[in-house]
């Protein structure tokens, strides 16, 4: 680890001072998003949304995504960035910051909207981006550390949100408050905590906005995106389809999560934002070495490896009635899930020709906004049905990542094989 460790340390000193600056800001996004992230959920139902409500707000931050991700692609593929990513951050957290003032479910549909393709917007900036600021030797430490000084910050968001919120409900209540009662306070209190992330990403659009762009690189004969994503659509496809997938797998049951710890255990805020940050702990040591891990495995071997083990936590979650037992089980699960995203990012850089970069990322990012639309208001209607029966919901996740598992194994072997010849030619 010590070794891993001084790694970084030195591809952070020997990287671009754009890229340093890009991670400076991904940290106060990341913060932002994890507040959101993890108290979302728990603050409208707090506010006495029904699940099929909750589902609806949680799957327009995924439509904004949907809708946005490829023309933004197609948008950013020949042009500058920085000031995207300032507008992107600066969009996003305006609509974090008005949302406690918003009363309305059609309002929180919008706002949530508007974020989502906000962040959209900010993410399928951030693979190219990276790979053009930094040198092929260092790109998958800095992809790593790129995902995980990201999820890093989000400790400090959960754990800090989740904290935040107890502590004002302590000194709002008395002993003995109802149970409307003490909804109320956690809906108030955990709207404070939602505008503190809004103030995040606005600070974050100020760290961009200091970043020194690099030339982009101008094809020798200009041709259309809309062509190069014709023309190389079956490459688009071999990366899109799984990750739909995975997306589907994700949308179904992580949204619910929050819930799951509340209905299940009655888990109070602030015990679940320290069980969301030690997840994110987790997840940060699972991005470091994914270095390591590609090294041993190759790329699509790892993604398949990483996917089908953690298939046993999401059965562990679906049928155990111990808080422990399903507290290790979804931070096993997280740290395992989220290790994939560098991995399958960097080899999506490396098979996707320059120019096809942002639309590929484009599509993918829209098939993830797919999967995370239809996900929450699926589940959110199973829940009311079956009287909160979340054990559906991890079975159908893991019939997603079985299938996404066997489609990366066929679909990305032979681009990984190309792209490694190519490399060594």
Known sequence: MGTLLRDYLQHWRGTSSTARRYLIGAVLMGFSQAVTWSLLARYLDARGLDKEQVGSVLAADATGKMIIALPAALWLARRPVRRTFMGSACLGGAAYLVMPWIASHRGLLVANFVAGMSM????????????????????ASIFGLAEATRT???VVGAFGGGMLVAVLMRAWLEPGASIARTNAAEADATGYAIMAAGASAILAAWIYGSMQEAPRPQPKVRVSLLSLLVQ??????RFA????????GAGICIPFLPLYFKDRFA???????????????LMTFGLLLTPLVLARLGYVRSIVAIELASLPFFL??????????????????????NSTHPIHKNLMMK????????????????????????GPQWSGWILEETQDNYALLMYATIAC???????TWTLLGPVERYALQEEEE
């Open 316 to 337: 562990l979650l679906a049928w155990t009635t111990s808080l422990p037992l399903a507290a290790f089980a979804f931070l096993m699960r997280g740290a395992l899930m």
């Open 351 to 374: 098979g996707t020709p320059e120019g096809v970069r942002e639309v590929q990322t484009g599509v993918n990012a829209t098939l993830w906004g797919l999967g995370w639309v239809v």
């Open 401 to 407: 990542y079985v299938i996404a598992a066997g489609l």
């Open 241 to 248: 389809i799984p990750q739909g997938f995975v997306a589907a």
């Open 152 to 154: 890093l910050a989000s």
């Open 232 to 237: 190389h659509r079956k490459l688009v496809a």
């Open 267 to 281: 888990l109070g805020p602030d015990a679940w934002g320290q069980l969301f940050a030690v997840g994110q702990i």
């Open 120 to 139: 959209a917007v900010h993410y399928v900036m951030i693979a190219p981006f990276l790979f053009r600021h930094t040198r092929s030797a260092e790109r």
